[in-house]
């Protein structure tokens, strides 16, 4: 008498068994190694802020109420990493009198952004914030 699941259709099921749990096991190591990449890099990206921030923070203390927004720009380095520049921003919508100013990345866990308000007109600066760390 034939022993019972020694035949054919076990073979077949015993490989599709080991089929799927490789392709359990290839899948659990591709998301991991994703999840490893989005680690390494959120970690890179957050020492190049920190770097752009350190930059900027030894940049303002060289501003001067007076200067031209070009010269304030040059002085801030306004192009150490485009990613990380200055942006020009209004409160034209907030209610309170217009204001324009530069806001450059500060340290993480900083209380206040680096800003730096000047009169659109004449393009002078009018008031520099350096943060406080």
Do not use: W
């Amino acid at each position: 008498m034939p022993k019972r699941g020694c035949g054919l259709g076990t073979t077949i099921a015993s490989e599709r068994l080991y089929y799927n749990g490789a392709m359990k096991n290839i899948l659990l190591y591709f998301l991991a190694a994703v999840g490893v990449f989005n680690i390494v890099y959120i970690i890179i990206d957050v020492v190049q802020h920190q770097q752009a921030a350190k930059l900027y923070s030894a940049g303002c203390s060289r501003v001067q109420i007076g200067m031209t927004l070009a010269e304030a720009q040059e002085v801030m380095g306004y192009d150490y990493n485009p990613v990380y520049r200055g942006e020009i921003r209004s409160n034209l919508h907030s209610g309170l009198p217009p204001a324009y100013f530069v806001r450059y990345p500060n340290f993480m866990l900083a209380s206040e952004a680096i800003t730096i308000g000047f009169d659109p007109v004449t393009q002078r600066i009018t008031g520099v914030n350096c943060g406080k760390d």
